[in-house]
């Protein structure tokens, strides 16, 4: 089992920045990916950006350029930095943790965080 806790939610303005902190706990050597994902009210749950255990990033085209995601191995933290915030940014923010022990897969999610960027 891997349990994350998300924070640094909250609400800003638009053109400001928040960052977000994931922590893993519990059977972290299995995770091989870790991400955050958003849902929009009355929106699907889209990818915002993840990290692979090598280091490689992806982000969605909305935020390249405004997102960094990035991780702090030694506190088995996940950090999404975000700048130049928008309102349709807004949304709960879930963190993500892809974990393989073969021959199966698993996701685990945080509970989610609150962005707001009033328009």
């Known amino acids: 089992q891997v349990q994350l806790v998300e924070s640094g939610g909250g609400l800003v303005q638009a053109g400001g920045s928040l960052r977000l902190s994931c922590a893993a706990s519990?059977?972290?050597?299995?995770?091989?990916?870790m991400g955050w994902y958003r849902q929009a009210p009355g929106k699907q749950r889209e990818l915002v950006a993840a990290i692979t255990s090598g280091g490689s990033t992806d982000y969605a085209d909305s935020v390249k350029g405004r997102f960094t995601i990035s991780r702090d191995n030694a506190k088995n933290t996940v950090y999404l930095q975000m700048n130049s915030l928008k309102p349709e940014d807004t949304g709960v923010y879930y963190c993500?943790?892809?974990?393989?022990?073969?021959?199966?897969?698993?996701?685990?999610w945080g509970q989610g965080t609150q962005v707001t960027v009033p328009s």
């Open positions: 993500n943790a892809h974990a393989v022990r073969i021959p199966l897969s698993y996701d685990y």
């Open positions: 519990g059977t972290i050597f299995s995770i091989n990916r």
